[in-house]
Nanobody
Framework: QVQLLESGGGLVQAGGSLRLSCVVS????????MGWFRQAPGKERSFVGA????????LYADSVKGRFTISRDNADNTVYLQMNSLIPEDTAVYYC??????????????????WGQGTQVTVSS
């Protein structure tokens, strides 16, 4: 059974940084495109970014481009989301997800097969 476990969320002031981690167990990590999504209060879940299986290619939502960076360590089955220059609008529950089948990075929620439970990020003004 594939499991994803996020960590690293918390409370940070605007302008600050956080790094989220997501460890994948029970599957073959290198076969997954990995993505990050978020859900703000009262809103639908939305795409944040994705990284290819080898880690050389990334895709970001316009709202986070230039501020967030996705990376992965295939030796440790871990994907990261480095978040810099945080703003209150980044407040959300952040989810990592694994996509088994897409040929490349996808921003579509329905492309992802496995999901973590989420970690809360709160940015104060």
């Amino acid at each position: 059974q594939v499991q994803l476990l996020e960590s690293g969320g918390g409370l940070v002031q605007a302008g600050g940084s956080l790094r989220l981690s997501c460890v994948v167990s029970g599957g073959t990590f290198t076969t997954y495109v990995m993505g990050w999504f978020r859900q703000a209060p009262g809103k639908e879940r939305s795409f944040v970014g994705a990284i290819s299986r080898g880690g050389s290619r990334t895709l970001y939502a316009d709202s986070v481009k230039g501020r967030f960076t996705i990376s992965r360590d295939n030796a440790d089955n871990t994907v990261y989301l480095q978040m810099n220059s945080l703003i209150p609008e980044d407040t959300a529950v952040y989810y990592c997800a694994a996509d088994r089948w897409s040929p490349t990075r996808s921003s579509r929620e329905e492309a992802y097969d496995y999901w973590g439970q989420g970690t809360q990020v709160t940015v104060s003004s």
